[in-house]
C-alpha cells in the first residue's frame, strides 16, 4: 500500500517542498518514505509494510537505472511475469511485485499494462526519453489525480497533496457542483478543483515536453454465451475461489469486511480469516452486527464488531470530506471509515466484497416490475403519447409508473442514487453555479456505448464506469487508506470480470431475484439462508437523527454560515432542512449532499 506524488517544472530541485507534498499523504503510507529528484522531475512516495519486507513502496529502477518507477501497485500474477522476464534477462533487486512493472515496461513498452493482473496507478520517468509514463487499473481501484496549468504538471494518489506546490491554485470548479447535486460524487472528469483531472480506470498517458497524452488500454464488450446455467454457475465460483487465493498472495495476516450480506459472506467463506469486522448503528433497520456475527461463529472465524452513534458519525464528517478530496455525500463512507478503523488494530490488509453488484446484477434497480415489464409490451408511440401528458399533471398515484414507463432507461438512470433532479438542483443553487448541463448530457456517451444491448446490460455498464470507479471504490480506497489499511476485492480481478461478461442477463436477474447466478454459485461455500440475503449496504439512520433538535442544528448552523451563500440560495435549502425536521417531507438525502459539500468546502477552503 502507497501513495505518491510528483511534478514537473522549473523548480523540481526543491527536495523541501517534494517532502512536503508527500507527507500530506502520510497516512497511505507511515512506514517509510522515498524520494527521486532530477534536474526534470521531482517524486516522493509514502509506503506501509506489510510484512518485514522493507522494499515495498520504494523508488524502483530498471538495471541501468534509466527508467525510474513509483506504483501503488498490488499485482497477483507478479510470479508468472516475473519467470518471463527473467528468461528474458531482466534482474530483479527487491521482492516488491511492483518491480514487474518497471521491467515489463521495458521490454513490452505501453503494452505492459493490460498483461497485468492487479490494482494499480503508477508512473515511470524514462531519463533519456524525457518522458513520462503512467497508468492506472482497469476499474479505477487505486486513484490517480493530475494537474497541468502552463509548464507545470503534477500528479499523485491524492489531491491533496497537490496543496503546498506553488503553481498550484485552488479554486471550486464552479462546473462541478450541479451534476454532484444529482450523482451525490464527483461525476465530471475535472474534479471540485479547478484544472484537477482524475485519470480514468484503465486508462494511460504520457507526458513530455509539455504535452500530454491520454489513451484508453483496456475496453470490454458484453457478448452473451451460450452456457447452461450449471456450467455458468460451477465457472463463477472456480473464478471468485481463484481470484480469492490469488489476492493473498503471501500475506498471512488478512482480515475480511463483513455485512449480511452476500458479496462479503461469499468472500470471507472462501478466505476464512483469522477475524472479520463489522459495524452497524443502534437501530434493527440500520444494523447488520448480528448477522454478520452468526455467520462468523458458523464460519469459527472471530468477529469484532461496532456500533456507531449519532455523536459519533458527525463527529467524523469533517475528517471524511478531507480524507475523500472532493465532497461525497454516499452516506456509507462514514461507517466505512470506522470499519477501516476497527481492522487497523489488528490487520494492515483486509478483504472486501466491492464489484459484485455491477458484475452480477445485484442493485435493486436492475430488477423492473411485472407491472412495468408488461406495461412496456405495448406500442412506444402510446406510452411517449400519455408519458408527455401526465408529466405536466399534478402528482397523483401511478404518475411516476406511467412516465417511466414512457420512457427509455437512457431518459433516467444514472446510477445507485438519484438526488436532485436538473430543475431542483439549479432550484437551490445561486446564480453563479446554475447551469444548462443536463444528467443525461453526462450519461449519453456511456449509453451510445451499449445502445444495441438490453437495460440491464445499458445499467451495468453506465454503473460500471460512473458508479463504481467514482463512488464505491472512491470511498473504499480512501476510507481504508485514511487508516493506513489495504482493501483488496476479489470480484474485481480481471479473470473473474472477463467471465462476467458473458454471463446472459436472465441469469442475473431471475424471476425478481438480483445476482441470480451468484447466489447460486455462494451455496458451494455458504449456508443457504446467507444466499439469500437482500443487499442493504452501509444503512444510515441520518434521517432519524436529523428529526432531533441536536442534528437538526448542527446542519443548520452549517447552512447559514457565511459561505454557504456563496454557492446555495440559503433559503430554500433551509426550507429543505426544516421540512423534514417537522416532518412534512422526507429530504434527508438532499440535505446530506448539501451538508456534505458545505463540509468539504469549509475544510479546504476555509480552514486550510
Known sequence: MCGFVGYIDKQTKDRKLIKKMGEMIIHRGPDNEDYYIDESISM???GLNKDDSKSECKVLKNEKESMILMADATIYNYEELKQTLIQKGHLFKTDSNAEIIIHGYEEYGKKMVSMLRGMFAFVIWDKKKGELFGARDYFGIKPFYYYKIKDTF???????????HPHFKKEVNKDALKPYLTFQYSVLEETFFKDVYRLNQGRCFTYKNGKLKIESYYDYSYKTKKSKLSELILDIHNNVAKSVKCHQLNDAQIGAFLSGGIDSSYITSLLKPKTTYSVGFAYKEFNETNDAKDLSDILKIKNKRKLITADEFFKVMEKVQYHSDEPHANLSAVPLYFLSELARKDVKVVMSGEGADELYGGYGPYKQSKML???RKLPIRFRRGLKNKVIKMPNFKGKNFLIRGGSGIEDYYIGQAFIFDDKGANEVLNKEYKSNRT???ITKPYFDCVKDKDDITKMQYL???LWLPNDILLKADKMTMAHSLEARMPFLDKNVFEHSLGIPSKYKIYKGITKYALRKASKNSLPLEWSKRKKKGFPVPFSIWLKEE???????E?????????????????KLLDNHYKGVQNTARKVYTIYTFLIWYKVYFVSI
Open 550 to 556: 441536536k442534528y437538526y442544528n448542527k446542519v443548520k
Open 44 to 46: 516522493a512516495i509514502r
Open 558 to 574: 452549517i447552512f447559514n454560515s457565511d459561505f454557504a451563500s456563496e454557492f446555495f440560495d440559503v433559503v430554500k435549502i433551509n
Open 439 to 441: 444528467f443525461k448530457s
Open 154 to 164: 503534477i500528479w499523485g494518489s491524492e489531491i491533496k497533496s497537490f496543496l503546498p
Open 463 to 465: 454503473d460500471m464506469n
Open 373 to 375: 415489464l408488461l406495461y
